[in-house]
Antibody, heavy 123, light 112 residues
């Protein structure tokens, strides 16, 4: 069974760096063709794509957040990590990770999602 | 601000049909496949339709998708109270050099 589970701090202060972890189960990012994305949703707002990392370590970022985001993988732990620097209250949201199938950009979709982790940015 | 536009809300009585539109451009819907996601209140999104009109295992045939040019449509027939949720279209957008995955503005379905 494929599952993803997000974890991270529930509260961070403005200007700090936020680090979120997505733990994968039932599949591995060391397997050819596997990809994982991060998506967030501010309270009452639409879904917003943040980043994607592929099995071959290719990475893609939302153009509007690219300067603040870094996505990485630890295949030994079967985890994907997202860091966001210089957070602001507008970054308050529920953050999801999701598996992408297939890796082809033209066809890709998010077939399995984690339950999400809620992050509040406040002093 | 999303590049994929959806109506904010649609509603219908139980058993009826609702149609949700998703309008984009040649750099996104016009070039790539569409997927649709259902988000029940307080839960994570769930894949509903992929590759324009394919349903994952377990998704009932009451949900169907289509695409024409730079627009896509999700149709829900035989509406049930359990279908009350937010629905999002999504696809890849190639307008920038690196591209990005984009979601629609979202549509709330209300069963009257």
């Amino acid at each position: 069974q494929v599952t993803l589970r997000e974890s991270g701090p529930a509260l961070v202060k403005p200007t700090q760096t936020l680090t979120l972890t997505c733990t994968l189960s039932g599949f591995s990012l060391s397997t050819s063709g596997m990809c994982v994305s991060w998506v967030r949703q501010a309270p009452g707002k639409a879904l917003e794509w943040l980043a994607r990392i592929d099995w071959d370590d290719d990475k893609y970022y939302s153009p509007s957040l690219k300067s603040r985001l870094t996505v990485s993988k630890d295949t030994s732990k079967n985890q994907v990590v997202l860091t966001m620097t210089n957070v602001d209250p507008v970054d308050t949201a529920t953050y999801y990770c999701a598996r992408i199938q297939p890796y082809d950009f033209a066809r890709g979709y998010m077939d399995v999602w984690g339950k999400g982790t809620t992050v509040t940015v406040s002093s | 601000q999303s590049v994929l536009t959806q109506p904010p809300s649609v509603s219908a009585a139980p058993g009826q049909k609702v149609t949700i539109s998703c309008s984009g451009s040649t750099s996104n819907i016009g070039m790539h496949y569409i997927s649709w996601y259902q988000q029940l209140p307080g839960t994570a999104p769930k894949l509903l339709i992929y590759e324009n009109n394919e349903r994952p295992s377990g998704i009932p045939g009451r949900f169907s998708g289509s695409k024409s040019g730079t627009s896509a449509t999700l149709v829900i027939t035989g509406l049930q109270t359990g279908d009350e949720a937010d629905y999002y279209c999504a696809t890849w957008d190639s307008s920038l050099s690196d591209g990005e995955f984009v979601f629609g503005t979202g549509t709330t379905v209300t069963v009257l």
